[in-house]
């Protein structure tokens, strides 16, 4: 179903989460992945995301990973599709598949050009930001797609090179993405609470009242190991906070199940932290899985935010402990 609709039908109180997956390039990669999905869902997703190779490079392999998670995992679905760089014909194909394959999710992105390349829009010209493809869903699709839209609350990394990086300066085309049809947003991976959460009181704030109601989910990555962690923050521009960086500089080099550990309680924390702050105004949590299954497969057991989701607990423990008797 729609992830709005799903959302809504929740109890309001309750957290709720998803998974990213990109497709494998190998037949055993992809064979691998299902069983892991397969594993995955007992858990209990609201959806699975599945990631698009910029320029349509993963069309088939996306929507056959989208499709398998439909029709075999009996998953919702949420497909990313890219606008720029890529023949027109390509998304028409796409959004045809999705509804064929019953996936009535589609995350509308702009997608980045080749390393090096320049962008080159459609022959039509028609797109060249995303809030173009959520107008064009819209028009040639009306209302069967439930929209998503990427969110940055560290600021788009385009404006690095210009202006410097800036979560304000985008707000004016999230709310264009917003106004043209997109029902929620998901957003870039981020390590720093406490951004995230004044990120999401702005919104909340904005004078348009576009964003008063709209589903936010924070985008979370495992801390898989130091070099690959460090990777990522520096490629999505996220920063890191200085008691997490000095954490991870206490782990000998090469323990990467230190690491891995540290990153699950990182997580755990984030999730509690945002639930909490926030006053359950976020209550969604979107994971960055790399395709992998175990940090994430920790966090869920061990999360008693997320442990509510799946009924095991009923509330939350006082978070300042026991109460004292008087
Ligand atoms: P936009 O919303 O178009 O924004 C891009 C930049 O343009 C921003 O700096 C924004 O401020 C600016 N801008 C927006 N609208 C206007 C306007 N009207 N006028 C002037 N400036 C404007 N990439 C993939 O290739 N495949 C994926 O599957 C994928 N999944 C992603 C999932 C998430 C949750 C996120 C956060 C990103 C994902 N990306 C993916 C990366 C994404 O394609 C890039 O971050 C891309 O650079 C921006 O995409 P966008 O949809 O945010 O673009």
Redesign the pocket.
């Known amino acids: 179903s729609k992830i709005v609709d799903a959302v809504k039908a929740l109890d309001p109180t309750k957290p709720y989460f998803s998974y990213?997956f990109?497709p494998p390039k190998t037949t055993s990669g992809t064979e691998n992945l299902y069983a892991r999905i397969e594993r995955m869902a007992t858990f209990k997703p609201m959806f699975v995301?599945v990631?698009?190779?910029?320029g349509g490079s993963t069309a088939e392999k996306s929507l056959a990973l989208a499709a398998a998670c439909r029709n075999q995992a009996g998953l919702d679905v949420c497909l990313?599709l890219?606008c720029t760089n890529m023949d027109k014909e390509i998304l028409d194909s796409a959004l045809t598949q999705a509804r064929e394959h019953n996936v009535k999710n589609i995350?509308?992105?702009?997608?980045?050009p080749p390393r090096g390349e320049e962008y080159w829009s459609s022959s039509s010209n028609e797109f060249?930001?995303?809030?173009d493809l959520v107008k064009y869903i819209k028009k040639t699709h009306g209302d069967f797609f439930c929209i998503g839209?990427?969110?940055?609350p560290e600021g788009?990394?385009?404006?690095v090179d210009t202006s410097g990086q800036d979560a304000l300066?985008?707000i004016p085309?999230?709310v264009?993405?917003v106004r043209a049809g997109a029902d929620f947003i998901?957003?870039?991976v981020c390590y720093d609470t406490s951004k995230l959460i004044a990120w999401e009181k702005a919104l909340r704030e904005h004078e348009s009242g576009v964003f008063n109601d709209i589903l936010i989910l924070p985008?979370l990555m495992p801390i898989n190991t130091y070099q690959s962690f460090l990777r990522t923050a520096k490629l999505s521009h996220a920063s890191i906070p200085s008691e997490l960086l000095a954490k991870l500089d206490e782990i000998p080099v090469g323990d990467d199940d230190k690491v891995k550990q540290l990153g699950v309680e990182v997580l755990i924390n984030m999730i509690s932290d945002i639930f909490e702050k926030t006053e359950r105004r976020v209550r969604g949590f979107?994971f960055y899985t790399l395709n992998l299954e175990k940090s994430v497969a920790l966090v869920l057991e061990k999360s008693k935010v997320l442990a509510l989701s799946r009924n095991e607990l009923t509330s939350l423990p006082d978070a300042s402990g026991p109460a004292k008797k008087t």
Do not use: C, M, P, S
């Open positions: 990213e990109f995301a990631t698009w190779g910029a990313h890219t995350l509308a992105l702009r997608g980045d060249h930001h995303a809030v839209v990427a969110g940055y788009h990394v385009d404006g300066k985008d085309f999230l264009e993405k998901i957003t870039q985008g979107h």
